[in-house]
C-alpha cells in the first residue's frame, strides 16, 4: 500500500490557522526538507516525488510527526521574515522592533523544533533492543 503526500499536508494545515493559503511549491519543499530531518534521524521512508506518495503505509504517528517537521520549517521561515521586518538598518535610517514580536517568533520556532524533535525521539528504538 502507499500514503498520499495530502495527508501528511493535511497534518501540516492542521498546526496553524492563515488566511492565505502557502504557495504549493513552498510546501512541497518543507515536505521535503521534513522527510530529509527524519530520514537522517530515524529510518527511510521511501517518498516517490513523481508520483507524490509514500510507498509504504506511513503509521498515523509518522504522518503526524513529517507534519510537526514541516510546521517547523515553516515557522523557521516566519521567524526569519519577522526578523528581517524588525530589524530594518540602512545608510540614513534605522528601525528596530517596538513590541515583542521578534522574542515571540524566536519563542514560536523554540516550541516547533522542540516538539518535532520529541516526536522523533518517540520512534527511536531504545539501545537495549
Known amino acids: 500500500m502507499t500514503t498520499p503526500k ?3 499536508l493535511d ?3 492542521t498546526e496553524f490557522m492563515d488566511k492565505s493559503p502557502l504557495n504549493a511549491s513552498l510546501e512541497n519543499l518543507f ?3 521534513s522527510i530529509g530531518d527524519f530520514e537522517v534521524e530515524l ?5 516517490d516525488e513523481t508520483n507524490e506518495v509514500f510507498n509504504k503505509d506511513l503509521m498515523r504517528y509518522e ?8 510546521y517547523k520549517h515553516y515557522v ?4 526569519d521574515r519577522i526578523l528581517k521586518l524588525n530589524n530594518v538598518v540602512g545608510k540614513d535610517i534605522k528601525i528596530t522592533s517596538m513590541g515583542d514580536s521578534k522574542r515571540t517568533a524566536i519563542k514560536n ?3 516547533a523544533k522542540d516538539e518535532s524533535y520529541k516526536m522523533m525521539e518517540k520512534l527511536k528504538g531504545g539501545s537495549y533492543q
Open 6 to 8: 495530502q495527508k501528511v
Open 11 to 13: 497534518s501540516f494545515h
Open 31 to 33: 515536505l521535503l526538507k
Open 43 to 47: 529510518y527511510e521512508l521511501d517518498y
Open 63 to 70: 504522518i503526524s510527526t513529517l507534519g510537526a517537521l514541516m
Open 76 to 79: 523557521s521561515r516566519e521567524k
Open 109 to 111: 520556532y523554540e516550541m
